[in-house]
């Protein structure tokens, strides 16, 4: 079995700033890219930002310069840090992690979401 819990989610005036946390537990050997997705009310689910186990990164064009992904291996988790919100910006962030599990099964695993609100 093989969990994420997201957290950090939350209300926030325009211009402001959260970070959200992705940890991955359970029957992990290793874990692959790393990413953030989200849904506004609406629409579908987007790419937002992904890490490589390497560490390459990629963003959206609509985050790039305000958002910036992150990992820290030895803890599984995943980060999202986000700067200068605006009201677009508005959606339930999913987390998403490529994982090879310890019997080698590779999964791909979504969070549960969370939810972040940006007030104008």
């Known amino acids: 079995q093989v969990q994420l819990v997201e957290s950090g989610g939350g209300l926030v005036q325009a211009g402001g700033s959260l970070r959200l946390s992705c940890a991955a537990s359970?029957?992990?050997?290793?874990?692959?890219?790393m990413s953030w997705y989200r849904q506004a009310p609406g629409k579908q689910r987007e790419l937002v930002a992904q890490?490589?186990?390497?560490?390459?990164?990629y963003s959206a064009d609509s985050v790039k310069g305000r958002f910036t992904i992150s990992r820290d291996n030895a803890k599984n988790t995943v980060y999202l840090q986000m700067n200068s919100l605006v009201p677009e910006d508005t959606a339930v962030y999913f987390c998403?992690?490529?994982?090879?599990?310890?019997?080698?099964?590779?999964?791909?695993?979504w969070g549960r979401g969370t939810l972040v609100t940006v007030s104008s």
């Open positions: 998403n992690v490529g994982i090879r599990t310890i019997d080698s099964r590779d999964l791909e695993v």
């Open positions: 359970g029957s992990i050997f290793s874990i692959n890219d």
């Open positions: 890490v490589s186990t390497g560490g390459s990164t």
